[in-house]
Nanobody, 122 residues
Framework: QVQLVESGGGLVQPGGSLRLSCAAS????????MGWYRQAPGKERELVAA???????NYADSVKGRCTISRGNAKNTVYLQMNSLKAEDTAVYYC????????????????WGQGTQVTVSS
């Protein structure tokens, strides 16, 4: 059993900041990459930011310069620092991990958290 648990969402005013956290647990063999996606009402899920095991990160154009993704020392955690938040950042944010789990250590799959709501409103 593998779980991704997110935290840190909430209501924030425009221009404010939030830090999302995600921790993976369970029968994990190896985590390749972790990332954050978001889905606003009526829209498709989109990539916000992702970070590979080597530390290379990539960002959606819409959040470049405002968001920073990082991995924890234990490598099973990922964080998303979001600054200068805008109304259009309002969405459910999902943690994603591409990893292999026991006993299928040669197969990588995508795993998802349950999502955390981020609402940017005055």
């Amino acid at each position: 059993q593998v779980q991704l648990v997110e935290s840190g969402g909430g209501l924030v005013q425009p221009g404010g900041s939030l830090r999302l956290s995600c921790a993976a647990s369970g029968s994990i063999f190896n985590i390749n990459a972790m990332g954050w996606y978001r889905q606003a009402p009526g829209k498709e899920r989109e990539l916000v930011a992702a970070i590979a095991s080597g530390g290379i990160a990539n960002y959606a154009d819409s959040v470049k310069g405002r968001c920073t993704i990082s991995r924890g020392n234990a490598k099973n955690t990922v964080y998303l620092q979001m600054n200068s938040l805008k109304a259009e950042d309002t969405a459910v944010y999902y943690c994603n991990a591409r990893m292999s789990v026991l006993p299928r250590i040669r197969i990588e799959d995508d795993y998802w958290g349950q999502g955390t709501q981020v609402t940017v409103s005055s």
